[in-house]
């Protein structure tokens, strides 16, 4: 045996607990989907249209279709055709996605609920990771410790944050009510002491994806933070409103576990929140996305009000068993294909 394959031996063999924790998760977070009432539906990997958002770089095949970034929209559609709840555990992939904390592909859970509110999907988030802590800890856990943090999952309500109290708490900047302006933005965070590069001066979006980079680190330390109340601009998935958009990001440990919203139920809307994100890619240089004409068919047919959420499922396993990595969760990482 060579000194590379003892190297991949004793790799292997500490990598062995995770993998196998991560069927155990699997099955908690299914058996608690199934015994309320959801449908476990699988999610097509190869689409015709991808999600435009700037931030999101979709892989795209030879034939021009993509492979998928999320299945929101084929869980909306069912949704349409007479679903009420639906879930799906499907491989993701998203081009350019690779560090400690990503990998280009990797699991997502997708679950959604018609005639609900966003309220009751954040109550699914908590009882779904609840009873995967329970099923791989024993009935007595009531934290998971990641990054030097001991979080407690269980027995305390999970706190729920909007992005200006965040902002506001944990790093003193004050914004608008309306979370518009990039002077404001940038004249609040100065006088917070807080110095926003030079090269991203110019850019709204580009700001506030600092700002908020900057605060993440501080949310869920004690117990997991649902953060609300987002910029509009930052998503297309949901109706902005007073330029505020419904939205509820899940952070445990200082880490992105969750991204829930309502459902947006406007085609016309949608169309143009998606010819938007592709005017933001045209402006940096970046491909258009094909856009899901099927889904903006769906909705134009009238989809129930409802509401639904990703989490990732390797950021999960991370969490609930230490690892300090996604790679060391992952059976092959992007560089074992």
Known sequence: MTPQHVGDRFRWHGRALFLLARPVILRAIREFLDGNGFLEVASPIVVKGACPDVHLDSMTLSSGEVLITSSEYQLKRLIVGGFERVYSMAQNF??????????????????????????????DAERLVSNALLALHGPEATCCSWNGHCVRLRGEPWERLTVREALKRYLGIEVPADLHGLAQVARAAQEAGIAIPGGLAHEEPTVWSWVLDQVTPHLGLRVPTFLREWPAFMTSSTAPGGGVAVRSELIVAGLELADGFPFLRDAALQRQLFDRENDARRCQGKPEAPVDEAYLRALEEGIAPGAGMALGIDRLVMLLTGAKTLRDVLPFGWDER
């Open 94 to 123: 998203r081009q350019g996605d690779l560090g400690d904390r990503h990998n280009p592909e990797f699991t997502m859970l997708e679950w959604a609920r018609a005639w609900d509110s966003l309220d009751s999907i954040e109550h």
